[in-house]
């Protein structure tokens, strides 16, 4: 209610079997939001900083996180990224590896490519709109403001080298970040 939460495109998320969801990340609130109008359950990576303090371990796991050391080839993570979507888990990933400074999408990690040349699970694009003016970096708390949410078609990305596979996701999620913000 706070956010006036439009979502769409949610034809495009299977019904089953594993599958990344890409997107921007533009606040604390994105993993919160992209999980709202979904039907299936979301697995996230998050940095591993997060899961310091007990509570937010037990949090962040409860919700179906799993920690990433950024900065560094995380096998660990990859591991487990790989595992659940084999298991058949919609994983959440934020190319961009952090979130946005200033509302724009950021420059793209290769994570991705990492998790799904070994995966071979379709990418699904997605795009959060105004989750940064709601709750920016530099804010400690969130106010109320309109946040959209628009998933694109699944991609089948398997052909692609690395390089490839991560311009790819870079000019598809930029391409319907813009569409998306000239909605607004």
Known sequence: ????????????????????????????????????????PLSYIAKAELFKSRFM????????????????TDVHAVRQSIQRLREGWLLNIYPEGA????????????????????AHVPVLPAVIVGAFEAWPLYRSFPRPGPIRIRFGPPMNLANLNSEQLVATVDRTLRMMFDELRGER
């Open 1 to 40: 209610m706070l956010f006036d939460l439009k979502v769409d495109g949610l034809e495009h998320i299977p019904a089953n079997g594993g599958a990344i969801i890409a997107c921007n990340h533009q606040s604390y609130l994105d993993p919160i939001l992209m999980n709202v109008r979904l039907r299936r």
């Open 57 to 72: 371990n037990w949090l962040l796991r409860s919700v179906g996180a799993f920690p990433v050391h950024q900065g560094t």
């Open 99 to 118: 979130r946005s400074v200033d509302g724009e999408i950021g420059q793209m990690q290769r994570g991705i490519a990492l998790i799904d040349r070994r």
